[in-house]
Nanobody
Framework: QVQLVESGGGLVQAGGSLRLSCAAS????????MGWFRQFPGKEREFVAR????????EYADSAKGRFTISRDNAKNTVYLQMNSLKPEDTAVYYC???????????????WGQGTQVTVSS
């Protein structure tokens, strides 16, 4: 099992930027496809972005396209989510997750971090 710890969340004004990090331990993430999800209060987790094990492929939810960028550094065992032009509706808990399959559904990921809160003020 790989353990994941997210960081980098916080409070930012609308239009600002944050970079989330997901540090892995216990196992190399180079064998995993990685994803970022977010969860609004009272809602199910939703897909934000994913990246292949080698970084060659990425995919974004429509809400993230053009504003968010997922990347990874396997040497540092870390995945990132750069979030620009943030909006109040991006306010959520953000989770990173690891999967040995390639999907956008949360059940396809079997290793999760504890989440980091992102709050965007208007």
């Amino acid at each position: 099992q790989v353990q994941l710890v997210e960081s980098g969340g916080g409070l930012v004004q609308a239009g600002g930027s944050l970079r989330l990090s997901c540090a892995a331990s216990g196992r190399t993430i180079s064998i995993y496809n990685m994803g970022w999800f977010r969860q609004f209060p009272g809602k199910e987790r939703e897909f934000v972005a994913r990246i292949t094990w080698n970084g060659a492929g990425t995919e974004y939810a429509d809400s993230a396209k053009g504003r968010f960028t997922i990347s990874r550094d396997n040497a540092k065992n870390t995945v990132y989510l750069q979030m620009n032009s943030l909006k109040p509706e991006d306010t959520a808990v953000y989770y990173c997750a690891a999967s040995q399959s390639w999907g956008t559904q949360d059940y396809q990921y079997n290793n999760w971090g504890q989440g980091t809160q992102v709050t965007v003020s208007s």
